[in-house]
């Protein structure tokens, strides 16, 4: 059986950048409520403008924070609740990709990279999931990478960090799932994104649109009985 989303409540990071904006727009368009989060604040406005104009029944707010600073993680959780109530999904979908060699890696970066794609996700799941787990019935999307499976030259830390998720994904799963809650760690290869370009020796024209991976993520989660694929890896058809 499948489940409609109309009228879910989630909660979206990094909704100002592509994979983050695309989940928004189409869980918008699916009938969800959204919080919105994200660095900068006039895309974020923008995108609660553009998803009220074609959803006008939705609620909408968005609050602009950096979530490698766990104080603003606690303050954006608050104002979630406070225009939303419960939360009944999460998308961890913010990440930050620093490209350089072991040697020139700054631990100030090291330090902000694992803040942004492994310690802010613990923290929102852990907060949002005891409301999860008081309804017996949640969602929480982890975004990997086919990084999370393999290492490449030059990207050591973000590597080490969708390792991370991958295995915290993993535990979140084990824990939550006979209280309703489904946790998804969704590892696509790369993304046509801003953070994309960034990307070294690949040919940016294979990359995977947001967009379809976005209708993705919202089709996988709303299976509601015995069947859930906890783990996936999507992958491109041409990697060159």
Same mark, same amino acid.
Request: net charge neutral; aromatic share 10%.
């Given at each position: 059986?499948?489940?409609?989303?109309?009228?879910?409540?989630?909660?979206?990071?990094?909704?100002?950048?592509?994979?983050?904006?695309?989940?928004?727009?189409?869980?918008?368009?699916?009938?969800?409520?959204?919080?919105?989060?994200?660095?900068?604040?006039?895309?974020?406005?923008?995108?609660?403008?553009?998803?009220?104009?074609?959803?006008?029944?939705?609620?909408?707010?968005?609050?602009?924070?950096?979530?490698?600073?766990?104080?603003?993680?606690?303050?954006?959780? &608050?104002?979630? $609740? %406070?225009?939303?109530?419960?939360?009944?999904? /999460?998308?961890?979908?913010? !990440?930050?990709?620093? =490209? #350089?060699?072991?040697?020139?890696?700054?631990?100030?970066?090291?330090?902000?990279?694992?803040?942004?794609?492994?310690?802010?996700?613990?923290?929102?799941?852990?907060?949002?999931?005891?409301?999860?787990?008081?309804?017996?019935?949640?969602?929480?999307?982890?975004?990997?990478?086919?990084?999370?499976?393999?290492?490449?030259?030059?990207?050591?830390?973000?590597?080490?960090?969708?390792?991370?998720?991958?295995?915290?994904?993993?535990?979140?799963?084990?824990?939550?799932?006979? &209280?309703?809650? $489904? %946790?998804?760690?969704?590892?696509?290869?790369? /993304?046509?994104?801003?953070? !994309?370009?960034?990307? =070294? #020796?690949?040919?940016?024209?294979?990359?995977?649109?947001?967009?379809?991976?976005?209708?993705?993520?919202?089709?996988?989660?709303?299976?509601?009985?015995?069947?859930?694929?906890?783990?996936?890896?999507?992958?491109?058809?041409?990697?060159?």
């Amino acid at each position: 059986m499948t489940i409609l989303l109309k009228g879910k409540n989630c909660f979206v990071t990094g909704a100002s950048g592509g994979l983050g904006k695309a989940i928004a727009e189409e869980f918008g368009n699916r009938g969800c409520n959204l919080f919105l989060t994200g660095r900068n604040e006039e895309k974020l406005a923008r995108l609660k403008d553009d998803l009220k104009r074609k959803n006008p029944l939705g609620n909408y707010d968005y609050f602009s924070a950096d979530i490698s600073d766990i104080g603003e993680i606690e303050t954006l959780v &608050e104002k979630a $609740r %406070v225009a939303l109530g419960e939360i009944n999904i /999460l998308i961890n979908s913010a !990440g930050i990709f620093p =490209v #350089g060699e072991i040697e020139g890696v700054s631990l100030k970066q090291y330090d902000e990279c694992f803040n942004v794609n492994v310690k802010a996700p613990f923290i929102l799941s852990r907060m949002f999931a005891v409301d999860m787990r008081k309804k017996n019935w949640g969602r929480i999307v982890n975004i990997g990478s086919s990084s999370s499976y393999a290492g490449y030259k030059g990207t050591a830390v973000y590597c080490s960090t969708k390792h991370a998720i991958l295995g915290l994904g993993r535990a979140m799963y084990a824990e939550w799932k006979d &209280e309703g809650v $489904r %946790v998804f760690t969704v590892s696509p290869g790369s /993304l046509k994104t801003e953070m !994309g370009r960034d990307v =070294v #020796g690949q040919d940016y024209d294979t990359f995977i649109k947001p967009q379809e991976l976005a209708h993705f993520v919202a089709d996988i989660i709303s299976y509601d009985n015995e069947m859930i694929s906890e783990e996936i890896r999507v992958n491109r058809v041409i990697v060159q």
